[in-house]
């Protein structure tokens, strides 16, 4: 066999929402000591992909470790691998934004240590044949991607090219096989890499003498026992004592550089095989025994990834297509970026499956480009319709000048709200599933969820027990009329009341304006018989804040018989005879004020959303919702009909009674 080209890499996984503590943390118990190991081991190759952030807090807090960096990289010891500043899912951006990012971060790198990084470090291995062209156009050599993507008679352990549309780049693959196993000797990873490369190289008739290259990725939890054990140090004296002439310790530009022998292939999407075996199924595990599973299968599994994927190409548009003040859609943009930070949008290898708080970070950012596209040019309030999430369904997306709102037809409900603060997304809520969470809701939780219950699920849904179906919560409303210039939108569906198996029709009206919303239902009984049942409209508000434990950032005030109750969202509670009510974030400093035409029953109960992470069976806390809903008596004879009334204020800034 020739010469094996062995590239280690650290890929620390910190993500641009990271707090000063945790960057702290990382270059204490990684980086420093990581370093401090490769200036006294002039011989130990290694390489390092660091997200913007990330980098610019080392450049801030310890410039020293930049210096010596520069020294490893001068020495050709150390290469920086580029990439996106913010570590985003490039298939997911436009060209513009993909090579911004990346020549954002390509700046950063060559104005402290004076190179240019000249391959790419892709978040989830998250793949798209129209990358090609991008990463050639930023002066990009090579990508590194898992292995997991290339089809076994391609992967020969060398650089694979990769033509699109007269566009060439090199890909080196990404063996996470050869990461040491736990309590793995140096000598039995190393003999376990050399049979495998033989193994591959033997069948390889076109090019039986070049040299292989195999490149090897390792997150901060897996170097961190490497370290503390000084595994690092055996590993260099196995290779120089009993591997000197079959493996060498390299960097991948000149793995790529030195090449001799290139294999062409042409990669479909695809993703990270960490994360594919996740994109199957929700929250369940999945064999995957191909590369065809993609970031957009994994996004139509977990809808919330999606919703803010949808969000943040919308407001990519408006930065796009804005015009004036040169600055501030500079500034936009660079909000953009950091919304596009590719934690919010995918699960880490070893994170949890859900990343309700990077969402909620991502969701502030792209609330602050939008402010800042607004400042740009004369905005006018306005309610669009068109397919926002591109489902095959219109939604109506309400742009005011306190607010965003989004309507869905799907259930007729906001799944989307966004206050024009640094709150993130009051909407973005989840789903309870069996049986990480005992039941599951067969919904989606949004704002103005309606319900139509008999009287035993009623009692089950009020007391936050498992129930069925409200029969209007999973419908698919229809659009009777729309008024852009009026900002009214009223919608209908018709259903069976499983008890008698009776027809209800309801009419369902928003009315959107400068300060809230106005939500007006007619029920009508079509059957020939009297309907006896509950209506329950049903309100979610997702937790944006994740720096408590529990919910008490918000508050909820309630009007009985002209007396004000303070509740703690804590704990269910029940109310009958409710005049008006409030919710008050206090984080945020944002309150949302209900007033129905009539008094109803309140009911409001808090939800923890448990999941597990990939790399454990063990149950989390993932998000957290606060469901609130008013409940009426519904008695109508045949072919009569009811109307109810809500009134939702947003006041953003100070209190409201």
């Known amino acids: 066999m020739a010469i094996l080209n062995l590239n280690l890499e650290l890929y620390s996984g910190s993500t641009n929402f990271n707090s000063v503590s945790e960057y702290k943390m990382i270059y204490d118990n990684y980086y420093k000591p990581l370093v401090s190991f490769l200036y006294a081991n002039p011989d130990f190759s290694f390489s390092f992909y660091f997200s913007g952030p990330e980098f610019e807090y080392i ?34 951006l436009f060209p513009m934004d993909r090579s911004g990012q990346v020549d954002l971060l390509s700046t950063a790198i060559r104005k402290a240590t004076g190179k240019r990084p000249r391959g790419v470090c892709l978040c989830a291995s ?17 990508v590194e991607l898992d292995s997991s993507l290339i089809s076994k008679d391609k992967n020969l352990f060398l650089p694979i090219v990769m033509a699109d549309r007269g566009k060439s780049i090199k890909i080196l693959p990404v063996h996470n096989d050869f990461i040491p196993n736990e309590n793995e000797e140096p000598s039995d990873l190393l003999l376990r890499i050399k049979k495998a490369v033989e193994k591959v190289s033997k069948n390889d008739t076109l090019n039986p003498d070049a040299d292989r290259c195999a490149t090897v990725i390792l997150h901060k939890h897996q170097i ?38 290139f294999i062409q292939s ?18 369940q595990e ?49 909000y953009l970026w950091a919304a596009q930070c590719g934690d919010a949008y995918v699960c880490k290898a070893s ?45 109506y997306v309400c742009r005011m000048d306190k607010y965003n709102a989004c309507i869905n037809l799907k259930g007729g409900s906001i799944f989307e709200l966004d206050v024009m603060k640094d709150s993130g997304n009051y909407a973005d809520n989840m789903s309870r599933v069996m049986p990480m969470d005992k039941c599951n809701d067969n919904y989606d939780k949004g704002l103005f969820v309606d319900h139509l219950f008999e009287k035993d699920q009623y009692e089950n849904y009020i007391n936050g027990r498992p129930c069925k179906n409200g029969v209007f919560s999973g419908n698919v409303y229809k659009e009777v009329s729309f008024s852009s210039t009026k900002h009214e939108i009223l919608l209908e569906t018709n259903s069976k009341f499983p008890d ?158």
């Open 224 to 261: 961190e026992p490497l370290l503390k054990n000084k595994w690092l140090e055996k590993f260099l004296i196995e290779i120089k004592e009993n591997y000197s002439d079959s493996i060498k310790l390299n960097l991948p530009a000149v793995s790529v550089k030195n090449s001799t022998a």
């Open 500 to 657: 008698l198996n009776q027809t209800i029709n309801l009419k369902k009206k928003y009315i959107v304006t400068t300060n809230g919303i106005m939500v007006q239902y007619i029920i009508k009984n079509t059957s020939p018989i009297a309907l006896k049942a509950k209506f329950v409209v049903e309100s979610n508000f997702a937790q944006t804040c994740f720096n408590k434990d529990s919910f008490s950032s918000y508050k909820i005030e309630v009007v009985n018989d002209n007396q004000v109750e303070n509740k703690t969202p804590d704990n269910l509670e029940f109310m009958r005879n409710v005049d008006a009510f409030q919710i008050v974030d206090s984080d945020n400093n944002v309150v949302f004020t209900f007033e129905p035409n009539e008094t109803a029953n309140l009911v409001t109960y808090p939800i923890v959303f448990m999941r597990k992470k990939t790399d454990s069976t063990d149950l989390e806390p993932a998000g957290r919702t606060l469901s609130i809903s008013l409940a009426w008596d519904v008695d109508l004879a045949a072919g009569m009909e009811m109307e109810k009334t809500i009134n939702l204020a947003i006041v953003p800034g100070k209190k409201r009674k």
């Open 286 to 334: 999945c064999e995957v025994k191909d590369s065809s599973v993609n970031i957009y299968d994994f996004m139509q599994t977990y809808k919330r990834s999606q919703a803010l994927y949808n969000r943040m190409i919308f407001v990519s548009l408006l930065v796009n297509q804005c015009h004036g003040d040169k600055m501030r859609k500079k500034t936009a943009r660079e």
């Open 126 to 142: 998250a793949w798209d044949p129209s990358l090609v062209t991008s990463f050639e156009t930023c002066g990009m050599e090579y």
């Open 59 to 92: 450049k801030k807090k310890n410039p020293e470790f930049l210096e010596i960096l520069k020294k490893l990289v001068d020495r050709k010891q150390v290469e920086l691998i580029g990439g996106g500043f913010y570590n985003p899912v490039f298939p997911l």
């Open 351 to 395: 994170g949890i499956l859900v990343n309700s708080q990077e969402r909620q970070n991502a969701y502030r950012k792209l609330t602050d480009a939008e402010k800042l596209v607004r400042e740009c040019e004369e905005f006018k309030e306005s309610i669009s319709s068109f397919d926002y999430n591109c489902d095959g369904f219109k939604e």
């Open 266 to 283: 042409y990669i479909h999407a695809g993703i990270s095989a960490d994360i594919a075996k996740w994109a199957k199924l929700p929250f």
